[in-house]
């Protein structure tokens, strides 16, 4: 079992910036890919980013990329997600999700092809 915790949301102003962290524990946390993903009210849950084990491979929707960047330090057991340029629409509880895999390559962007996951954390954009 993994325990995943996120934290770091918060209301933030529209152009702001925010951190996010996703703390692990119960396992190696270096054997997992770990991703993130949002949901905003009366919408399915959406892929935001994903990094391989080793860190040297992140995938996101093209429409994410150059806002949002996501981290990993494998010593602090910890995973970030670096948020700038915010805008109202990325207003969402975010979840930190999680995957046993020793691959760099084919990073999973399903919410339900992830086996773990934390309670989420909110995240609003005022304009």
């Known amino acids: 079992q993994v325990q995943l915790v996120e934290s770091g949301g918060g209301l933030v102003q529209a152009g702001g910036s925010l951190r996010l962290s996703c703390a692990a524990s119960?396992?190696?946390?270096?054997?997992?890919?770990m991703g993130w993903f949002r949901q905003a009210p009366g919408k399915e849950r959406e892929f935001v980013s994903a990094i391989s084990w080793s860190g040297v491979n992140t995938v996101a929707p093209d429409s994410l990329k150059g806002r949002f960047t996501i981290p990993r330090d494998n010593a602090k057991n910890t995973m970030y997600l670096q948020m700038n340029s915010l805008k109202p629409e990325d207003t969402a509880v975010y979840y930190c999700?999680?995957?046993?895999?020793?691959?760099?390559?084919?990073?999973?962007?399903?919410?339900?092809?992830?086996?773990?996951w934390g309670q989420g954390t909110q995240v609003t954009v005022s304009s």
């Open positions: 999700e999680a995957y046993l895999s020793y691959s760099n390559y084919l990073l999973r962007s399903g919410p339900h092809d992830y086996d773990y």
């Open positions: 119960g396992r190696t946390f270096s054997n997992y890919v």
